[in-house]
């Protein structure tokens, strides 16, 4: 798994266009303050071990919505941090156990529409913390 996390004072989402015909009807528009936006490709090799995988992502972004005392994430699968992609159906499943996960210790957690490419504007914080690059 690859993870681009950035520390986003304001995030912006909109679905532009389906690109899994399996996906499910999308519309509508995520916007949130303050939160930890995720980036998440995940990759072939993940699925040997995805228990292992969940846990060491929530543990990463757990440690940078400290940082910045966040409590608001934003999971977004983003296959384009590697060569190596798992198949869809194992990289939504690993998303939606990650955003239950990090629900159930308080978290307000969106996740945005799976399938689709979206239209979506991050606004990153200054500091070089509020950029983090981690290969799991």
């Known amino acids: 798994m690859k993870l681009l996390l950035l520390y986003a ?4 989402l909109k679905p ?3 690109n899994l015909p399996e996906a ?3 519309s509508g528009e995520i916007q949130i303050q303050n939160a930890v936006v995720a980036l998440i ?3 072939e090799k993940d699925q040997a071990d995805s228990a292992g995988v969940v846990t060491k992502a929530i543990k990463n972004i757990k440690w940078l919505a400290r940082k910045f005392q966040a409590n608001q994430v934003v999971l977004h699968s983003f296959a384009h941090l590697s060569s190596s992609k798992a198949e869809p159906i194992f990289a939504e499943q690993l998303l ?3 955003a239950e996960r990090l629900r159930s210790v308080g978290f307000t ?3 945005t529409p799976f399938g689709y490419f979206n239209e979506f504007r991050v606004h990153v ?3 070089s913390l509020a950029k983090v690059f981690v290969e799991i």
């Open 9 to 12: 004072p304001d995030y912006w």
């Open 16 to 18: 532009f266009e389906k």
């Open 24 to 26: 499910p009807d999308a």
């Open 41 to 43: 490709h995940a990759e």
């Open 96 to 98: 939606q156990q990650i």
């Open 109 to 111: 957690v969106a996740t």
């Open 125 to 127: 914080a200054g500091p």
